[in-house]
T-cell receptor, first 119, second 109 residues
Framework: GAVVSQHPSRVICKSGTSVKIECRSL??????MFWYRQFPKKSLMLMAT?????????EQGVEKDKFLINHASLTLSTLTVTSAHPEDSSFYIC???????????????FGPGTRLTVL | GQQVMQIPQYQHVQEGEDFTTYCNSSTTLSNIQWYKQRPGGHPVFLIQ?????EVKKQKRLTFQFGEAKKNSSLHITATQTTDVGTYFC?????????FGTGTRLKVLA
């Protein structure tokens, strides 16, 4: 099946440091990847849409200089949380939509998520 | 902006009882997807509904899309402990997805 990996699965960092999270589609190419943030017991909030080879599209209220997204290839997107603060602590989940011809629907495949804790 | 609300927010049922979660939008939905997220896990795709009034079944799960395409429902018959998790609907537009607020289901054995 379609597999999306995320690395790291957990990260604890000090306030002020930057953290990079990788999202990879392992067995398919994804022109579009999405980054979500999920607070405990809450829904997924779309942060940005990442398109290969172009700038990410950020949702309203999401600081693009704070959350840097790079989609360098059809199988890799990265999210860098810059100068992290405790309020950035959250569960970050990526998803990938196949390039074409994969699956019957307009389906996205989710990564396992990265739990970020900023001390 | 567009909001997709789900009710109830929480539901506790005895094993064997039925369960229904409702998804309501303020605008007409192009299509709707349903996902299940187990505690500590990530969302897993269940199904997509596209047509007005569409009904689809997966074993004990029945999914319905409203005639006006502004609401949808997921019904589980005779819940089992394996049904525990949070169920999200998601409106999938042309390029992005808007997730509903989710319904967390607990099944008591």
């Amino acid at each position: 099946g379609a597999v999306v990996s995320q690395h790291p699965s957990r990260v604890i960092c000090k306030s002020g440091t930057s953290v990079k999270i990788e999202c990879r589609s392992l067995d398919f190419q994804a022109t579009t990847m999405f980054w979500y943030r999920q607070f405990p017991k809450k829904s997924l909030m779309l942060m940005a849409t990442s398109n290969e080879g172009s700038k990410a599209t950020y949702e309203q209220g999401v600081e693009k200089d704070k959350f840097l997204i790079n989609h360098a290839s059809l199988t890799l997107s990265t999210l860098t949380v810059t100068s992290a603060h405790p309020e950035d602590s959250s569960f970050y989940i990526c998803s990938a939509r196949p390039f074409s011809g994969r699956g019957d629907y307009n389906e996205q495949f989710f990564g396992p998520g990265t739990r970020l804790t900023v001390l | 902006g567009q909001q997709v609300m789900q009710i109830p927010q929480y539901q506790h049922v005895q094993e064997g009882e039925d369960f229904t979660t409702y998804c309501n939008s303020s605008t007409t939905l192009s299509n709707i997807q349903w996902y299940k997220q187990r505690p500590g896990g990530h969302p897993v795709f269940l199904i997509q509904l596209v047509k007005s009034g569409e009904v689809k079944k997966q074993k004990r799960l029945t999914f319905q899309f409203g005639e006006a395409k502004k609401n949808s429902s997921l019904h589980i018959t005779a819940t089992q402990t394996t049904d525990v998790g949070t169920y999200f609907c998601a409106e999938t537009g042309t390029y992005k997805y808007i997730f509903g607020t989710g319904t967390r289901l607990k099944v008591l054995a």
